[in-house]
């Protein structure tokens, strides 16, 4: 995504915008396994802190193409994610040593993540994927009480219930999180 890749001669002092919407699949890299995405918006600032060291800070805003994982109807999620990204100017190897004293500060401490950059530009896309696959849910849901698919039938129980009278395995309640450690114990009730 080229409008991500900003030349060092065009960061003054004082900082520039980046301002940029890119449809999710230009985010990719040749050869990464490109998640579905909507269109993301980019939104921040870049100052130059020192020589060679750059400050982006700013959001990744968009969201996350997939299925419920119960009911499998399409969804978006939405993602919103707040970065700060340090860019330093060098051949990675150099900053091996450096990265890894930074690995005996206190963890909780809220540091920016660090991105090495050769060249004359600094470009934003990579970054902006890794934030984007760390950031995905591991669980989609289309809501969190989403009543599933029925196991024999394959109704949607959220549209409609069907005749087949069983307790749906995906169900959420509490109750059927119960039966399934106690299955002596199952309550004979229906979902009516
Ligand atoms: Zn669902
Ligand atoms: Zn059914």
Known sequence: MDALRIPLSAITDEGIVVEVTAPGERLWPKGVKEMPLTAVRIAGDLVKLGDKDYLFRGRIVGAYRGRCDRCLA???????????????QGVAKDFVADLSDDADTDPFEESPSVF?????????????????VLAAPAKTLCREDCAGLCARCGAN????SCSCGIENETGNSALAGLADLFPNLRPDVSKE
């Open 116 to 132: 090495i950059f050769e060249g004359n530009d600094i470009d934003l896309t990579p970054s902006v994927c890794e934030e984007i």
């Open 157 to 160: 129980l959220n549209i409609a």
């Open 74 to 88: 399409d969804l978006e999620s939405p993602f919103d994610l707040e970065t700060v990204w340090s860019f330093k």
